[in-house]
């Protein structure tokens, strides 16, 4: 096994403290208490910080080592069903798009909520609609997104939970 450095500690720290944040809303927090909109803002917070490190950061760090790409996701989904084995020190295709969803879709209902807030939006049903259904949305990519780890790490044999917690990937020699 070789151990590569990928993701850096900030990398980590904003992936976990938005994990437990959107599974807690998701899952426990009441939409009305106050620290559900807290956690909306911290969300928010920590998403834009880590666009910001998508720019400056470290090179796995950055957006330019996991493009969004449509044709090569497809590319990589064709390949998995030929049993084709890719590893990618990044994230792989599939796993990019994904990245990209679930920042644009913490964006939009961090938004939302925010403008729930407002005098002119407060108690306007289509915002609260909008919000309800970009949530959803979150729930189901965030049960993909898992999938897909889980998945990714028994077909790769790489273990990405393990990457995420260490910053390091263990990736099996060419024989294994």
Known sequence: MQRIPVWDIFVRFTHWCVAILVIGELTVIDEDW???RWAGYVV???VALRLVWGLIGPRHARFSSFPP???????HLAGLLRGRRER???????????VYNLWASL???CLTGLLMTTRT???VDWVEEVHEVI???IMISVLLHVAGVVFESLY????LVRAMITGEKEIPGPGE
């Open 135 to 137: 949530a959803n949305w």
């Open 88 to 98: 990618h020190l990044s994230h792989n295709p599939l796993g990019a798009l994904m």
């Open 44 to 46: 928010l917070g920590f």
């Open 69 to 75: 790409s449509l044709e090569a996701a497809k590319a």
């Open 107 to 109: 964006i939009a209902v």
């Open 121 to 123: 939006f407060w108690g």
């Open 34 to 36: 106050a620290i559900h």
């Open 156 to 159: 790769s044999h790489v273990n």
